[in-house]
Nanobody, 117 residues
Framework: QVQLVESGGGLVQAGGSLALSCAASGRTFSRYTMGWYRQAPEKQRELVADITSSGRTNYVDSVKGRFTISRDNAKNTVYLQMNSLKPEDTAVYYC???????????WGQGTQVTVSS
């Protein structure tokens, strides 16, 4: 089982940038597909972006061209660079890890991102 700790959330004005980080415990980080999800008040949690162990990325349409997910397997860390932020990006952002073989899912505690208009 992997433990995930997010950091980097905060308050930013529309058009600004934030960078999220998620540090994972354990020695098998490279075997996980890592993802960032978000949940706004009274909305369902949605996938924002994910990245496979081989580096293939996937984004929800609403963040394409603005957000970039990346990973550093040597540091057991996944990142989400968020540019051109919009008020509708306001949510709690969660880090997720899915093992490539067992498909077991692990979640971080979440970090708040608030974008003011």
């Amino acid at each position: 089982q992997v433990q995930l700790v997010e950091s980097g959330g905060g308050l930013v004005q529309a058009g600004g940038s934030l960078a999220l980080s998620c540090a994972a415990s354990g020695r098998t980080f490279s075997r996980y597909t890592m993802g960032w999800y978000r949940q706004a008040p009274e909305k369902q949690r949605e996938l924002v972006a994910d990245i496979t162990s081989s580096g293939r990325t996937n984004y929800v349409d609403s963040v394409k061209g603005r957000f970039t997910i990346s990973r550093d397997n040597a540091k057991n860390t996944v990142y989400l660079q968020m540019n051109s932020l919009k008020p509708e990006d306001t949510a709690v952002y969660y880090c997720n890890a899915i093992h490539m073989w067992t498909r077991k899912s692990n979640w971080g505690q979440g970090t708040q991102v608030t974008v003011s208009s």
